[in-house]
C-alpha cells in the first residue's frame, strides 16, 4: 500500500514561486508513475505534470508548461513540484497521484492512478 502527502501549499502573490512535496510511504518499483493534479472551487480535477515511470519522461498541461516543473528524489522517496511565475488562475488544490505500470498515454488520466495524497491548498493573489 502506497501512500501520498503533500506539503508547500499557502498563500503567495503572482508572480512568486512555490515548491510542492509529496513524499511517498511504501514500495514502489520504477514503474511507479508520480503525478500532479489539481482542482479548482466549481472545477473538475485536471491534470498538471507527470513524471512517467521513473524514467525521466516528463508531460505538462500547455496551462503550466514552461512555469512548473515535476522532479522525483528516488533516496528521499519523494516529488517535487516547483512552479514558478504562479498566477491567479493557478489557485487549487494540489494533489499527488501514482500509480504502477502506467502506459504512457494514460498520465494525464485521473482514473489511472491508484494512490492520491489529501491535497493541499495554493491561493495566488493578483
Known amino acids: 500500500q502506497v501512500e501520498l502527502v503533500e506539503s508547500g501549499g499557502g498563500l503567495v502573490q503572482a508572480g512568486d514561486s512555490l515548491r510542492l512535496s509529496c513524499a511517498i510511504s511504501?514500495?514502489?518499483?520504477?514503474?511507479?508513475?508520480v503525478a500532479w493534479f489539481r482542482q479548482a472551487p466549481g472545477k473538475e480535477r485536471e491534470f498538471v505534470a507527470a513524471?512517467?515511470?521513473?524514467?525521466?519522461?516528463?508531460y505538462y498541461s500547455d496551462s503550466v508548461k514552461g512555469r512548473f516543473t515535476i522532479s522525483r528524489d528516488k533516496a528521499k522517496n519523494t516529488a517535487y513540484l516547483q512552479m514558478s511565475a504562479l498566477k491567479p488562475e493557478d489557485t487549487a488544490v494540489y494533489y499527488c497521484a501514482g500509480g504502477a505500470r502506467l502506459m504512457r498515454s494514460s498520465t494525464r488520466t485521473t482514473s489511472a492512478y491508484s494512490s492520491w495524497g489529501p491535497g493541499t491548498q495554493i491561493t495566488v493573489s493578483s
Open positions: 511504501g514500495r514502489t518499483s520504477n514503474s511507479y508513475t
Open positions: 513524471l512517467w515511470r521513473n524514467t525521466g519522461y516528463t
